[in-house]
């Protein structure tokens, strides 16, 4: 059953995996790949964690496909995307502040030159 509660069906999964397929057109390892890891589920040699974490790797930066996969994981499962999460990219971005800052730390020329690269805040 989805998220939504509809009641997912065969159809619904077999409409999926040609989208899977249509987006990894031009990696048809990765597509062989993904079919593998629910073939393997389907015959009880691994367990839904382990689907869960291939996955996460085969789909990653495929967010649609991420969230459609997740329309069929049971209650308690998820791949979590940007969506779910959207403060990860601004405690990148602080991380990344701290970095430069860091490295720039005692070295005052450097600031200075490095500047000439940045636009400027005056409008003209």
Known sequence: MSESGKKLTKM???LYIKEVQHVFED??????EFLEVLKDYKLDRTDIGAVVTK??????????LILGFNKFLPKGYKILTQRD???IEDAI???????????????????RDFTIFLPSSTKG
């Open 12 to 14: 619904d999964a077999i």
């Open 85 to 87: 999460n959207p403060q």
């Open 93 to 111: 971005d602080y991380v990344n502040k701290i970095k430069v800052a860091t490295l720039f730390e005692g070295h005052p020329d450097l600031v």
């Open 55 to 64: 996955v996460e790797e085969i789909l990653k930066g495929y967010e649609e």
């Open 27 to 32: 990696k048809k390892e990765e597509f062989n």
